[in-house]
């Protein structure tokens, strides 16, 4: 599967402005700086359409870029930064759960998680409130290109071994490299099994 035509289409700060249609969704979460905005540069094959940073805290709104007239890949902003306001940071995760709670496009969340990191609390309760809440999610575990191969495997094994403490059958993960370009194929295939059942 690949992305013949990618383009922003609009960001929206609630649910309620998201776009008004009903073209199926996929949207991308996880902390901030952890890559999701690279991500979904990298699968679109476009460089700079979503905008990326080396500073956390990027991606501020909910972004939906439609993808060949057929479907969304909505972007959106990070959790768990500390050095956003208070007030800020509960602005963001209000839009975000309203977002993933209330969204009825929304067919799959993709959560990412640093591939470096050893299982982080923050990450673990961010994706047991999503289960708890029915929410259909895949992980992708990114920078795989910083990371020697052993140590990536040690921490995805640690996580996925935190999250079966609680959850019963556990997500489908992929690894990826968005310098690296490695995963593409993989969650591109996974994304259209999802939009064209
Ligand atoms: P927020 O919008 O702030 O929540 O961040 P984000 O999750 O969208 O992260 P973004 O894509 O902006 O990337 C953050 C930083 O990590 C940037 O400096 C990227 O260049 C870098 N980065 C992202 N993915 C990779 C990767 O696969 N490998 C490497 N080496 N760097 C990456
Ligand atoms: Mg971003």
């Known amino acids: 599967y690949q992305i013949k035509e990618a383009k922003?289409?609009?960001?929206?700060s609630r649910v309620e402005n998201c776009p008004q249609d009903d073209l199926p969704e996929i949207a991308?979460?996880?902390?901030?700086?952890?890559g999701k905005s690279s991500?979904?540069?990298?699968?679109?094959?476009?460089?700079?359409?979503?905008?990326?940073?080396?500073t956390p805290g990027k991606t501020q709104l909910i972004n939906h870029f439609l993808i060949d007239n057929k479907w969304?890949?909505?972007?959106?902003?990070?959790?768990?930064?500390?050095?956003?306001?208070?007030?800020?940071k509960?602005?963001?995760?209000?839009?975000?759960?309203?977002?993933l709670l209330q969204r009825p496009n929304l067919l799959y969340v993709f959560v990412l998680l640093d591939i470096r990191l050893s299982p982080?609390?923050?990450?673990?309760?961010?994706i047991q409130k999503?289960?708890?809440?029915?929410?259909?999610?895949?992980?992708?575990?990114?920078?795989?290109?910083?990371?020697?191969t052993?140590?990536?495997?040690?921490n995805i094994t640690d996580f996925m071994g935190a999250l079966s403490e609680t959850w019963q059958i556990l997500p489908e993960y992929f690894i990826s490299s968005s310098e690296r370009k490695t995963g593409k194929t993989e969650i591109l295939g996974l994304i259209e099994e999802i939009i064209f059942p």
Do not use: C
């Open 28 to 34: 991308f979460i996880g902390r901030s700086n952890v």
């Open 90 to 99: 509960a602005k963001w995760e209000k839009m975000t759960w309203d977002y």
């Open 72 to 88: 969304h890949l909505v972007d959106l902003p990070g959790y768990g930064y500390a050095k956003v306001p208070v007030s800020e």
């Open 150 to 154: 052993m140590e990536g495997q040690k």
């Open 8 to 12: 922003f289409n609009k960001s929206a």
């Open 120 to 126: 982080q609390k923050k990450d673990l309760e961010f």
């Open 39 to 54: 991500l979904l540069n990298m699968l679109t094959g476009v460089k700079n359409l979503a905008k990326t940073s080396s």
């Open 130 to 148: 999503l289960g708890e809440n029915g929410v259909p999610l895949k992980l992708v575990f990114t920078k795989a290109d910083k990371v020697k």
